[in-house]
């Protein structure tokens, strides 16, 4: 995974476009990315990281390049989208390839945005969508079956998935999202091959109105903190006019914007911090005189594997990681400086990586 994607769906009118033009006008220039042709609804996001610019200016790099978060702009979803009302089938594909869905749920009152269904109630809210993913999930589940049995009485080895399949389609028959039915070690690693929608972790963005700064908190924000608790998701809460006026700021005029307001960070930031949270990513930072860059890996990568993300050469070919912590590398003015303090660790290949770490991968 070298850049965390999250799909952003929601009901119309519940500030999703607003959050979504907020974010891509933070969006970095695509010419940072080979290759990379950007959708009209694909924003790529940095995760603000201010360990980058202290590592940077000390070892005088000539560019800095953080972690990244794609936010994937899914067209506001309505009843009926599994059955290809609105902009139905083709959102919900495109739901399909990202890592995690950010829900945005309207929790402000404003007689002049009308709900689509006439009344503000974020738990009604987040079931429709909930509804409409599983539905396209029940679909999905069904055809792959149906095609599935045919071919599993030529060949025993697809009996689990067959079966796998059979229980995952009577839970989602109970209009059940997938990631509230146990599964075995063995049904887990069946269900990866199907990229359910209703598997993937949820962030709730509870969007509120500018009366709600600074707490970020109301009676319908509580409403969605309890549900979400029940599920293990988490909730953002952010208020998405007041931030798509910072994103139009230059860096200094947002800061003061933000105090004056009463705020510690945008909530842009939280969102991209939580998302990388939520599905247990970190990054690793290598810095030279050419660059200071980020790296995204799982929690509990192995030293040799994090290397990988580099090259596969270095994966392949990998002797030994010089691991310098970041607070080390600033204590110690730096590599020279953390190597003399005995600070520098040379760990093998299966050393598992931590956030943070500074290091530098030897390799044939």
Partial sequence: MTNLSCGIVGLPNVGKSTLFNALTRKQIPSENYPFCTIDPNVGIVNLNDPRLKKLSDQSGSKKIIPATVSFVDIAGLVKGASQGEGLGNQFLTH?????????VVRCFVDPNVIHVSGTVNPIDDIEVITLELTLADLQMAENTLTRLEKQAKGKKELLPAVDFLKKAVAHLNQSLPMRQLQLTPEEEVIARQYNFLTKKKVLYVCNVGENDVPALDNDLVQMVREYAAKEGSSV???????????????????????????????????????????????????????????????????????????????????????VVSFDDMIHFKGRVGAREAGKARSEGREYTVKDGDVILFFHN
């Fill in 95 to 103: 739901i399909r390839d990202t890592d995690a869905i950010v829900q």
């Fill in 236 to 322: 953002v809460p952010i208020c998405a006019r007041v931030e798509e006026e910072i994103s139009q700021l230059e860096e200094k005029d947002a800061k003061e914007f933000l105090e004056s307001l009463g705020l510690q960070e945008s909530g842009l930031d939280r969102l991209i911090k939580e998302a990388f949270s939520l599905l247990d990513l970190i990054t690793y930072i290598t810095t030279g005189e050419i660059e200071t860059r980020a790296w995204t890996i799982m929690k509990g990568t192995p030293a040799d594997e994090a290397a990988g993300k580099i090259h596969s050469d270095i994966e392949k070919g990998f002797i030994r990681a010089e």
